[in-house]
């Protein structure tokens, strides 16, 4: 669900997009919450109990609070506390952690691989005018998704996140669902290889060798 927006470094404001996914117990597992609507209340009681709040390393969302006190019952994860979770036999996590922590999560039922910053793709044409340059220079606009400059550095290096990367490729996602910018619904795994073939040059030249080997 997409539409709501979360301030960024300076002043920017960053698309926000929420994930709910259904467990198979019918709890209900939602990613980045937005803005909770009257709607999107109601839309949430016709599919199950909102039992999981998972919050991706960004700024303050301004609606949390919002979520806390609808769905008093629900757990807040936060980090590395996504590892101790449950719902890990559906919904799998990688964890990455430097100066600060990433985390990307699998869907296994729908092969959908859930990015929180290590891909952003921001559609600027709704954006006002005076943003749109400053997503440009940050090489982040949805003409070429890719990490934010420095976030190899804030996470453990080259060699950490090359490591991510190459875990996300082993699990072959048919989708990208981004928390900042546009999906992807096809070619997951290209596009992972595009955004990261700067940062990933040799690892994705021997990959490709690998696989062109075994075929």
Do not use: N
């Not at 949430?44 to 609808?70: F, K, N, Y």
């Not at 101790?84 to 296994?108: D, M, N, S």
């Not at 709704?126 to 070429?144: E, T």
């Amino acid at each position: 669900m997409a539409g709501d927006f979360v301030i960024w470094r300076g002043g920017v404001a960053m698309p926000l997009r929420t994930v709910v996914i259904e467990l198979s117990g019918g709890a209900l597992w939602v990613h980045a919450p937005g803005v909770l609507t009257d709607g999107l209340r109601d839309w949430l009681e016709t599919r199950g109990r909102v039992a999981h709040i998972v919050l991706p390393h960004a700024p303050e969302l301004p609606h949390l609070g919002d979520w806390q006190a609808a769905y008093p019952g629900a757990r807040i994860w936060r980090g590395a506390e996504v590892k101790t979770a449950a719902w890990c036999r559906e919904i799998k996590p990688l964890v990455l952690e430097g100066a600060e922590t990433e985390v990307v999560f699998l869907h296994q039922a729908s092969r959908s691989a859930i990015l929180s910053r290590l891909i952003i793709a921001v559609e600027t044409a709704p954006l006002p005018v005076w943003v749109r340059p400053l997503i440009w220079l940050a090489g982040i606009d949805d003409s070429d998704g890719k990490p934010p400059l420095g976030l190899a550095g804030r996470l453990g290096g080259r060699k950490a996140v090359g490591d991510l990367v190459e875990q996300v490729l082993d699990w072959g996602p048919e989708r990208l669902i981004l928390t900042h910018g546009r999906c992807y619904t096809r070619d997951a795994s290209g596009e992972v290889k595009r955004a990261f073939r700067r940062l990933m040059r040799d690892r994705l030249w021997d990959r490709a060798l690998s696989e062109a080997r075994r075929g």
